[in-house]
């Protein structure tokens, strides 16, 4: 079984255009965070959710757009897409947004190519 | 601002040791975290380190020293799957609660 699960797993559009990436947790956490990791690795935190409320948002244009039906699901739209959005997206989940270890787990990501 | 730094590229042998080191200035501390990374995959949970000291798990080490605001990884009896990227990450406390800010990972190769 997935714990952590994103679609699509590879997404391949030309600029301008408007995409959705899914993501969803069967591991019950309250947590669930964007990552955006671009060509030279670097992965940098762009929104996180507690219980479907959004807690973290990092400077991010607002051409993308997060949202959480519930806790086990956050997904990410992005509108007129632009070259530099080109990176691997993953999708994380934590059992909360603070405290003691809290680990979090990483979807497969999914790598957005924009031509 | 957070600023996590660990070399870009490391090389050694099957059955050897290797330590990837991890030095961060960050304007709040909530533990340090090792991920890694195999080629094209998911981030994946290594160790996890608040309080000074090693912790050990198996061929893998982590150590922590706030005071310096340094820590390494240590990987012993390398095999050929361990060829990874190591990420750095800190957690964050009081306005970067629940932020994990990373370093740009350090490639290893593992050589036969």
């Known amino acids: 079984d997935t714990a952590v699960s994103q679609t699509p797993k590879y997404l391949v559009t030309q600029m301008g255009n408007d995409k959705s990436i899914k993501c969803e947790q069967n591991?019950?956490?309250?947590?669930m965070y964007w990552y955006k990791q671009d060509s030279k690795k670097f992965l940098k935190i762009m929104f996180s959710?507690?219980?479907?409320?959004?807690?973290i948002n990092e400077t991010v244009p607002n051409r993308f757009s997060p949202k959480s039906p519930d806790k086990a699901h956050l997904n990410l739209h992005i509108n007129s897409l632009e070259l530099g959005d080109s990176a691997v997206y993953f999708c994380?989940?934590?059992?909360?947004?603070?405290?003691?270890?809290?680990?979090?787990?990483f979807g497969p990501g999914t790598r957005l190519t924009v031509l | 601002g957070q600023n996590i730094d660990q070399p870009t590229e490391m090389t050694a042998t099957e059955g050897a040791i290797v330590q990837i080191n991890c030095t961060y200035q960050?304007?709040?501390?909530?533990?340090l975290f090792w991920y890694q990374q195999h080629a094209g995959e998911a981030p994946t949970f290594l160790s996890y380190?608040?309080?000074?000291g090693l912790e050990e798990k198996g061929r893998f080490s982590s150590f922590l020293s706030r005071s310096k605001g340094y820590s390494y990884l240590l990987l012993k009896e390398l095999q050929m799957k361990d060829s990874a990227s190591y990420l750095c990450a800190v957690k964050g406390r009081g306005s970067t609660l629940g932020r994990l800010y990373f370093g740009r990972g350090t490639q290893l190769t593992v050589w036969p």
């Open positions: 591991l019950g956490h309250d947590t």
């Open positions: 960050t304007s709040g501390f909530n533990g």
């Open positions: 959710y507690n219980n479907k409320e959004l807690i």
């Open positions: 380190n608040v309080l000074d």
């Open positions: 994380a989940s934590s059992p909360s947004s603070g405290g003691a270890i809290n680990e979090q787990f």
